[in-house]
């Protein structure tokens, strides 16, 4: 009637979030209060005057993803990065490298496939498997297909949250302290982590602690100066690894590899991708006598993910694997690795991408730290204190008409 009408304000919390890489990337120190670097420091000036029965004890997680692009900042070594970064944490007590973690994801990953390729037949939701180490992907599979996706993603717990397991189980017993006398803080390239470690899935009632209780991005400005060198390593004191596969984990070629030899006898060696539409969908299939037996992909960026989503609601995809990333070139490229000014993107990536590659790499099933705690710590690989210390659930989120209604 061309009166004028007042407007409410505006609401948006984290339930309205797909994780598109959009307003997260800019906004998360607001929508994510507890996940910023100076609720660290808040607990850091604590533990100085607090008394020695209520200090909380510091540890940080650091990813090699996020360790590999300070290391391109700096113009130095990844080792000699990891040596130099002191600075900042000299208050804290422990510092861990999620590479370690990963082994667990990996091992999983390739356990939890096979299984599902050989219940095949009588579980038409059992392949493709589709990585769930992404969170932003997670979130927006969960709130935007919920449902219909949700049964082929794979349970296992991100690298991240298997740290979280570990510090908040294994170590927290090692150290005589409960869960939520310990305060884990990981350093990832990446914002979705937040969304990650805030999930309820990963809140332990008992002890009403996270498993990561605080999440910094590569690119917040604490963190640009400095990390002791890690521990919880694989490898000596003196050296750092990585795992084959790329800068987001390798899903693929280990899983891959494993599935080769283990389905059908088939030992691989190299792998050999075959570029799509672009180079963030890549092809790798495994032939005998002009059959295919193994067909895996990768597919980043939410462009291919929306395609690959798509190809599977119409029944065309033929993939048995899909390794999701919802970054355009993978992890070492997430929305929290740091930005040079006046350098392209694609330079910063390349020179990221062979300092992260500058590392030996390590073959998970060989690792006999990982080895020994399946057996001591897990109770065996196929234990329930296993399934539930490294895997997970995923939860379809209704949309209603005033945003999304999470059935947790």
């Not at 800019?26 to 209520?54: D, G, M, R, Y």
């Not at 590899?257 to 799509?276: N, R």
Request: proline share 4%; charged share 25%.
């Amino acid at each position: 009637d061309g009166e004028a009408q007042k407007l409410e304000k505006a609401k948006i919390t984290l339930n309205d979030c797909l994780a598109c890489s959009g307003c997260i990337t800019s906004a998360e120190s607001v929508l994510i209060t507890q996940q910023s670097h100076e609720e660290l420091c808040k607990i850091l000036t604590f533990n100085k005057t607090a008394a020695p029965n209520e200090q909380k004890l510091v540890v940080v997680s650091v990813s090699p993803q996020s360790r590999a692009s300070l290391a391109a900042r700096c113009q130095m070594g990844v080792l000699e990065t990891a040596k130099k970064l002191t600075a900042f944490l000299k208050s804290v007590h422990y510092v861990f490298d999620t590479t370690f973690s990963r082994n667990f994801s990996l091992l999983e990953s390739q356990q939890e496939f096979v299984k599902r390729f050989r219940k095949q037949s009588e579980d038409k939701k059992a392949l493709p498997v589709l990585a769930s180490a992404c969170p932003g992907w997670i979130c927006y599979a969960e709130k935007t297909h919920g449902s219909f996706i949700i049964p082929y993603i794979s349970t296992t717990k991100s690298p991240q949250q298997v740290m979280g397991s570990l510090i908040k189980g294994h170590f927290a017993e090692q150290q005589h302290l409960t869960p939520a006398q310990i305060y884990h803080v990981t350093v990832m390239p990446c914002y979705d982590k937040k969304l990650e470690a805030s999930r309820p899935d990963f809140f332990n009632q008992e002890y009403q602690t996270r498993d990561v209780d605080c999440v910094i991005t590569t690119a917040s400005p604490k963190t640009a100066s400095s990390f002791p060198s890690p521990r919880f390593s694989s490898a000596a004191e003196e050296e750092l690894t990585t795992h084959s596969g790329g800068g987001s984990g390798g899903y693929l070629e280990h899983i891959y590899k494993y599935a080769a030899k283990e389905l059908f006898g088939i030992q691989v060696d190299t792998i050999h991708y075959k570029p799509l539409k672009n180079k963030d969908f890549q092809e790798v299939t495994l032939e005998k006598d002009g059959v295919v037996l193994l067909q895996f992909a990768l597919a980043y960026g939410f462009r291919n993910i929306q395609n690959l989503v798509q190809k599977l609601k119409r029944g065309k995809s033929p993939y048995h694997y899909v390794e999701v990333m919802a970054c355009p070139s993978g992890c070492l490229n997430g929305g929290g690795q740091i930005k040079v000014d006046g350098e392209s993107s694609k330079d910063q990536l390349q020179r990221v991408e062979r300092l992260y590659e500058s590392l030996k790499t390590e073959i998970p099933e060989q690792n006999r730290t990982v080895k020994e705690l399946y057996e001591r710590w897990l109770g065996g690989a196929e234990s329930e204190k296993a399934a539930r210390a490294l895997h997970t659930q995923y939860h379809a989120v209704e949309k209603t008409s005033s945003g999304f209604n999470i059935k947790w």
